[in-house]
């Protein structure tokens, strides 16, 4: 389990990690200006007071951070 998260918030933000390998670009996400990671744009997710940061490839979804969204950004 990721570390400081409580079982309810943990199960709802890996709900939505895993609906991002059926659909990578939602309408609900957003390209990151000028953020670039390994020549992909990176995009962020929402989920409730937290924010994936992720970048899609081909055939993959890479997750880079999970975090609070005053925090995730530093």
């Known amino acids: ?3 400081g998260f ?7 933000v ?6 991002l390998r ?3 670009e939602p309408a609900s996400s957003e ?4 953020t670039r990671q390994d ?3 990176v995009r962020r997710e929402r ?5 994936i ?6 055939d993959t979804v890479v997750v880079l951070e999970i975090g609070d969204r005053k925090d995730v950004y530093r």
Do not use: F, I
Request: proline share 5%; charged share 25%.
């Open 1 to 3: 389990m990721l570390d």
């Open 6 to 12: 409580e079982p309810k918030l943990y199960r709802q």
């Open 14 to 19: 890996m709900r939505r990690v895993l609906s």
């Open 22 to 24: 059926e659909v990578p």
């Open 31 to 34: 390209q990151l200006k000028n």
């Open 39 to 41: 020549g992909h744009a």
């Open 47 to 51: 989920s409730g007071d937290y924010r």
């Open 53 to 58: 940061l992720y970048y899609v490839t081909a």
